[in-house]
């Protein structure tokens, strides 16, 4: 049984910083394709960037408020853990943070999208005021 569980989340001022944990129990990680996703209030779960389990570069999420270059999404194998730096943060970027994982391959946006992961965690609120 696979365990993902996030940490990291509170309340910060704009400009602030935050890193976000995502612990696997289980599995090797290294194993394992491993997202970020947020979600805030009355809006869908989005995806905020991806490490697959077959290594290459990261991928962020490409929109008008991208967060490349903002932040930032490494692994620890030793740790069995995934995390997310979140650098300049700014009151739009206010929700709950999901990290999925799955052992699958997602070639091309398939990381993307929140069905392609079988394994979540809880979540953890991320506010940032103004």
């Known amino acids: 049984q696979v365990q993902v569980v996030e940490s990291g989340g509170g309340l910060v001022r704009a400009g602030a910083s935050l890193r976000l944990s995502c612990a696997i129990s289980g599995r090797t990680i290294s194993t394992y394709t491993v997202g970020w996703f947020r979600q805030a209030p009355g809006k869908e779960r989005e995806f905020v960037a991806v490490i697959r389990r077959s290594g290459g570069s990261p991928v962020y999420a490409d929109s008008t408020d991208s967060v490349a270059g903002r932040f930032i999404i490494s692994r620890d194998d030793a740790k069995n853990t995934v995390y997310l730096q979140m650098n300049n943060l700014k009151p739009e970027d206010t929700a709950v943070y999901y990290c999925?994982?799955?052992?699958?391959?997602?070639?091309?946006?398939?990381?993307?999208?929140?069905?392609?992961?079988?394994?979540w965690g809880q979540g953890t609120q991320v506010t940032v005021s103004s």
């Open positions: 999925a994982a799955d052992q699958g391959y997602c070639p091309g946006y398939g990381c993307h999208r929140p069905g392609f992961y079988d394994d």
